[in-house]
T-cell receptor, first 108, second 112 residues
Framework: KNEVEQSPQNLTAQEGEFITINCSYSVGISALHWLQQHPGGGIVSLFM???GKKKHGRLIATINIQEKHSSLHITASHPRDSAVYIC??????????FGQGTRLTINP | DTGVSQDPRHKITKRGQNVTFRCDPISEHNRLYWYRQTLGQGPEFLTY????????KSRLLSDRFSAERPKGSFSTLEIQRTEQGDSAMYLC??????????FGQGTRLTVV
């Protein structure tokens, strides 16, 4: 079992829909990243959080440390949100451990 | 400083050749990480440096792989005697401790 599990692996939705991507982890962490990766490979960090909730534009990230679970929400989704979203955690080994990613496709 | 930069962005090489990739981290970051990502998978950890010291190497990093960070600034990742299975995106990231990690654009390696 991977230390970081994401669900779903693939998600297709219509423009405007509310999107939720989930991340569960099995290790103790100090912080969690949500990352976005577009075709071509570049990774952009969306959020780093260690408790509670953060919001940036249409993106919201939440984390529940006790339940070892985080969610990334996208409100009013748009085709330009289509990308792979990756959850990564800073574990005790002082390196980022990544989930497998969720491929999101938003159709117009 | 414009972020983490990697060079080259793309590399096509014949099987058996050696290749070297470079990563320039954000200047004040003491940690530098190398990851490998194959199609449809999340990045897998290869190795990381704190300043010039290589603190951890993954079992994925076979004897054909070597990484250096000689002055605690830029890093190089060399693959000797490349194999087709080495084809992947090689990602570099840097951080100041466990503060936010910043990623390069990656080097896409294709071994033919």
């Amino acid at each position: 079992k991977n230390e970081v599990e994401q669900s779903p692996q693939n998600l297709t939705a219509q423009e405007g829909e509310f999107i939720t991507i989930n991340c569960s982890y099995s290790v103790g962490i100090s912080a969690l990243h949500w990352l976005q990766q577009h075709p071509g490979g570049g990774i952009v960090s969306l959020f780093m959080l260690s408790s509670g909730k953060k919001k940036h534009g249409r993106l919201i990230a939440t984390i529940n440390i006790q339940e070892k679970h985080s969610s990334l929400h996208i409100t009013a989704s748009h085709p330009r949100d289509s990308a792979v979203y990756i959850c990564a955690v800073w574990g005790g080994a002082q390196k980022l451990v990544f989930g497998q990613g969720t491929r999101l496709t938003i159709n117009p | 400083d414009t972020g983490v930069s990697q060079d080259p962005r793309h590399k096509i090489t014949k099987r058996g050749q050696n290749v070297t990739f470079r990563c320039d981290p954000i200047s004040e970051h003491n940690r530098l990480y190398w990851y490998r990502q194959t199609l449809g998978q999340g990045p897998e950890f290869l190795t990381y440096f704190q300043n010039e010291a290589q603190l951890e190497k993954s079992r994925l990093l076979s004897d054909r792989f070597s990484a250096e960070r000689p002055k605690g600034s830029f890093s190089t990742l060399e693959i000797q005697r490349t194999e087709q299975g080495d084809s992947a995106m090689y990602l570099c990231a840097s951080s100041e401790g466990q503060a936010g990690a910043f990623f390069g654009q990656g080097t896409r390696l294709t071994v033919v």
